[in-house]
């Protein structure tokens, strides 16, 4: 999680868990691994409880990079 608002409060995920339904093991999951899979409820429990928009939340890091122009990711033409 990357909001501002979550990095200035001091909320517990225990805190977070009763305010929002969301379990607690699924907080610390999305909180200490890179790429886990959030499901669009759980993200829009967040920004709620938060009060911040999903790009204040979320970050996009690809994997590979789009060859540019080809639109897909081995750079070969459709």
Known sequence: MNC??????YNTLIEVAEATGIHRMTLSKIADRRGYNATVD????????FGCRIEQLVDHT??????????RIDGKKP
Request: hydrophobic share 20%.
């Open 4 to 9: 501002d608002t979550a990095r200035k409060s």
């Open 42 to 49: 759980v993200l829009d429990r967040l920004c709620t409880y």
């Open 62 to 71: 690809p994997d590979q990079q789009v060859t540019e122009g080809t639109g």
